[in-house]
């Protein structure tokens, strides 16, 4: 029997690459998806989606540079250091960032003949990112299924879960993946370790019980 198809939405990150890993043990076929948007630390994750993916991976560009008042975006705002706190957590927001990128999942999904089209956002984002939290999911959700006349729904696994949820959900086998992937805001090529994405990410680790083998600046 043909496997089910789901085209996941990956940033080469840690929550994208569990949902992936999960997925798979699920017994989906998954067809992994990268987007490049013109954010600080697109190129560097996309280094690490190739890593991770291999050839599987596609590569989609679409041009946010308009939207200047995100510091993810705008080359004059420097990303602060330290944890997510609100406010230099509401400096990075894109908005409408995850609607406007599974909106071009599922017309991929349609496409490839894909039933689900995949997001790893967290229970983490909700407090910052409106188009994070399960009320837009399950309305999104439900605007697929109208728009795609029910070929095509949506997955969010981890929608009510934390990041150190998600870390835990791995296998020991998958700390050699999961230290592939890039988490870092500041877009080294190392993770520079105080940003709030890299404090999140050594938290996660650390509270999973999962040995962290991620290479930081500090
Ligand atoms: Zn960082």
Known sequence: MNKTKVVAIVS??????SMVLKLEREGYEVIPLNFNYGSKHNNRERQSAREIFGD???EIDIDLSFLQKSSLINKDKEIASGGYTEENAKQTVVPFRNAIMASYTVAIAVEKGAKYVAIGNHAGDHYIYPDCRPEFIDAFRKTIEFGTEGEVSLL???VNIFKSDIVKQAEPEDADILAKTYSCYRG???HCGVCSTCQERKKAF?????QDKTEYME
Request: glycine share 20%.
């Open 206 to 210: 650390k509270e999973a019980g999962i």
């Open 56 to 58: 599987r991976l596609i």
């Open 12 to 17: 080469g990150g840690l929550d994208s690459t």
């Open 188 to 190: 080294g090529e190392k």
């Open 156 to 158: 969010a696994p981890f």
